[in-house]
Nanobody, 122 residues
């Protein structure tokens, strides 16, 4: 029901935009988040956005570089990644929560996409 796309190889310092498209149901009333998991590491929160788009929250590691946004008319959430660093290399997952807040813990999310690989290269 959630399809993440837009991953690939990006040069250090470059930009990439990820998309998370929902199908099968409308997600305009769901808070949505992006998480990532690097090899050998636990899945970590990256960014989250409320159902209306009025509230956003970022992990300190991406604050000022990444921007989360949503277009409810398209049932899609985006993650704009700028000034990427080596440590941004990971599989990125989008997730949706039936809750009313922007959550940073994975256990608060009810639906998950399949993940898209982002690799930062030289």
């Amino acid at each position: 029901q959630l399809q993440a796309s837009g991953g690939g190889s990006v040069q250090f310092g470059g930009s990439l935009r990820l998309s998370c498209a929902a199908s099968g149901r409308t997600f305009d009333s769901y808070a949505t988040g992006w998480f990532r998991q690097a090899p050998g590491k636990e899945r970590e929160f990256v960014a989250g956005i409320s159902w209306s788009g009025g509230t956003t929250f970022y992990a300190d590691s991406v604050k000022g570089r990444f921007t989360i946004s949503r277009d409810n008319s398209k049932n899609t959430v985006y993650l704009q990644m700028n000034s990427v660093k080596w440590e941004d290399t990971a599989v990125y997952y989008c997730a949706a929560s039936r809750g009313t807040k922007v959550y940073t813990l994975a256990r608060n999310y009810d639906y998950w996409g399949q993940g898209t690989q982002v690799t930062v290269s030289s």
